[in-house]
T-cell receptor, first 113, second 115 residues
Framework: DQQVKQNSPSLSVQEGRISILNCDYT??????FLWYKKYPAEGPTFLIS?????DKNEDGRFTVFLNKSAKHLSLHIVPSQPGDSAVYFC????????????FGQGTRLTINP | GAVVSQHPSRVICKSGTSVKIECRSL??????MFWYRQFPKKSLMLMAT?????????EQGVEKDKFLINHASLTLSTLTVTSAHPEDSSFYIC???????????FGPGTRLTVL
């Protein structure tokens, strides 16, 4: 049962354009969402997070949008840069209870020059 | 920022041997650490939750006698893969949760290859 889904395994975007990565979840108990970036043979690095009391959080070139009614979140990167090429994971957990992150399958983002 | 280290970064061992992987939070105390495994082209799979001073909680399908976890201090958790077999070859990643924050900070991962 995949509670967090990233339906696009890969995405190619031209440098300078906007990259939009999508994530859907099924568990209504999820209250806190995070995006991680991962290079091959490295651990994930935290990018940005959002709690369910917000619908948008912005940090530099990265913005996360949360649509609770649709159980959908997205990560926008603008402008996209070659160094953004990586695998992006969304993750979720409930604020209450066990603090276990549930990850999506990841989306491989490739930024083309 | 919060830093989590893992050692070793890469290990190659013979089938039947045991391998220990260390996970350390370098600049914060972590009462809870997590161990993940990543299969090729798959998401991170949570193996177990490690709590300082108590037994680890394993996810369904993870053999606790094969993957021994010890969280001896607030900055160190170890994962021992016992009697390793080639199918245990994988990328193992730990994370540590800083007490006052919701984010988990990940180690760089350990690539295990069992011959």
């Amino acid at each position: 049962d995949q509670q967090v889904k990233q339906n696009s395994p890969s995405l190619s975007v031209q440098e300078g354009r906007i990259s939009i990565l999508n994530c859907d979840y099924t568990n209504s108990m999820f209250d806190y969402f995070l995006w991680y970036k991962k290079y091959p043979a490295e651990g994930p690095t935290f990018l940005i997070s959002i709690s369910s009391i917000k619908d948008k959080n912005e940090d530099g070139r990265f913005t996360v949008f949360l649509n609770k009614s649709a159980k959908h979140l997205s990560l926008h990167i603008v402008p996209s840069q070659p160094g953004d090429s990586a695998v992006y994971f969304c993750a979720a957990f409930p604020i209450q209870g066990a603090q276990k992150l549930v990850f999506g399958q990841g989306t491989r983002l490739t930024i083309n020059p | 920022g919060a830093v989590v280290s893992q050692h070793p970064s890469r290990v190659i061992c013979k089938s039947g041997t045991s391998v220990k992987i260390e996970c350390r939070s370098l600049d914060f105390q972590a009462t809870t650490m997590f161990w993940y495994r990543q299969f090729p082209k798959k998401s991170l799979m949570l193996m177990a939750t490690s709590n300082e001073g108590s037994k680890a909680t394993y996810e369904q399908g993870v053999e606790k006698d094969k993957f021994l976890i010890n969280h001896a201090s607030l900055t160190l958790s170890t994962l021992t893969v016992t009697s390793a077999h080639p199918e245990d070859s994988s990328f193992y990643i730990c994370s540590a949760r800083r007490n006052t924050y919701n984010e988990q900070f990940f180690g760089p991962g350990t690539r295990l290859t069992v011959l």
